[in-house]
């Protein structure tokens, strides 16, 4: 095994360019492979992590409530407290239309939304100065409000400043109880992640002249909850509704399933895709293989007349295409991974050879120099030794 090691790196090694471009196809492939699937699962992984930064453990519920047909804060309430093993928080979300203003100074972008004192805990974000919405302020419906830093920084300055000060929504004066700490530097700007409002959805209510909550955002406890919790919604939402057409109940868990479910598909859809220059590269090797074989019909007729047996030649020819190919692969992992990098910089995503791609492409590529290096191995070990001494 070592000696047919040797003889086939030293006709590798002798035959350069021939070498190389057996070896082309099969970097090629391997780059390929590595590239289109690392790429893919970088860059679905990075709007995954969007989707988990949103709460992993969020369940939305939307109602098109009508007079006749329709879901009470009472029954929202009720259902949640008679699983309250499920939960962590609930929260009506009412988003009102509205003219943010202070003094001379307005925000038309700004997002003004209701909601209870569990929302705090269940956006995941931080106050940095005062308090969140409490029961007292949702009760009382008390004019009261939480801005984000980019509505602080606009209309008075800076978060600190703006604590106890007074802005008004649509002509009507709330007092700024708290400030959160910024969500996303990146989209400091108007409309972005740090351009809200969130008041009591008591007062909310009376804004946005809605009879009806139409949103609800709950969180699980557990997400091992999740499928007892959409359906138990969904079952509750029917006996109310008496049908499926006038709401709708979404688990961000399950989003985040489906969407690695379609990661998944969509990688080995790309990789069986590239590995077909895997193939075209393994009848590359053959071809070269055979021409090997041919070129070298005389020194396997001398090896034959001393005495070495087919299995000898045969393991030698095998071995030189598995050597060819691991070279290649070898390389096509170096290449893959630079371009990796490479376009994932231009992208701005995180993006790496992932191991599977890494170990998928390189088992394919030694095992195509196997495969494909079989039949001329055989060609070789079956030459009759007198008809291969009288080839020039």
């Not at 969020?58 to 007079?67: G, H, L």
């Not at 030698?316 to 692969?329: H, K």
Request: aromatic share 8%; hydrophobic share 45%.
């Amino acid at each position: 095994m070592l000696q047919s090691f040797k003889l086939a790196v030293n006709s590798i090694w002798s035959n350069k360019m021939r070498s190389f471009l057996t070896m082309l196809g099969i970097i090629i492939g391997v780059a390929a492979v590595i590239v289109l699937i690392s790429i893919v699962s970088a860059y679905m992984g990075s709007i995954i992590d969007s989707f988990t930064s949103m709460g992993a453990n969020k369940i939305n519920v939307f109602a098109r409530n009508m007079n006749s047909r329709h879901i009470t804060e009472n029954d929202m309430y009720e259902f949640f407290d008679e699983h309250a093993e499920w939960f962590d928080g609930i929260s009506p979300s009412i988003s009102v239309t509205s003219t943010v203003k202070k003094g001379n100074e307005s925000l038309d972008q700004t997002t003004v939304t209701g909601v209870s004192e569990d929302y705090l805990k269940i956006d995941g974000s931080d106050i940095q100065y005062g308090r969140g919405i409490i029961y007292s302020d949702v009760a009382g419906r008390s004019t009261v409000c939480v801005i984000g830093q980019y509505v602080a920084s606009e209309l008075f300055d800076s978060a600190e400043a703006s604590l106890g000060e007074s802005l008004k929504i649509n002509g009507r004066p709330f007092t700024v109880v708290g400030v959160l700490e910024m969500k996303d530097e990146d989209s400091f700007e108007e409309g972005g992640s740090d351009d809200f409002i969130w008041i009591p959805y008591t007062v909310a209510i009376t804004m946005a002249r809605n009879s009806f909550i139409n949103s609800w955002v709950l969180t699980s406890s557990d997400t091992d909850y999740t499928t007892e919790i959409v359906q138990g919604l969904k079952d509750m939402l029917f006996k109310h509704f008496k049908s499926t057409n006038f709401y709708n109940v979404n688990a961000m868990n399950s989003i985040i399933k489906e969407l690695n479910t379609q990661v998944g598909t969509l990688s080995v859809m790309l990789g069986g895709i590239a590995g077909i220059s895997l193939l075209v590269a393994g009848i590359g090797v053959m071809n070269i293989m055979l021409v090997s074989v041919t070129e070298r019909t005389r020194e396997i007729g001398i090896r034959k007349a001393v005495g070495a047996r087919q299995g000898v030649i045969m393991q030698q020819f095998v071995i030189e295409a598995a050597v060819t190919s691991m070279l290649g692969g070898i390389i096509g992992i170096i290449l893959g991974a630079i371009v990796t990098k490479s376009i994932g910089a231009a992208m701005d995503i995180d993006a790496y050879p992932t191991l599977a791609a890494v170990l998928i492409s390189f088992s394919v590529s030694v095992g195509i120099g196997l495969i494909f290096g079989y039949l001329p191995a055989k060609r070789a070990a079956m030459l009759n030794p007198i008809d291969a001494l009288r080839v020039d």
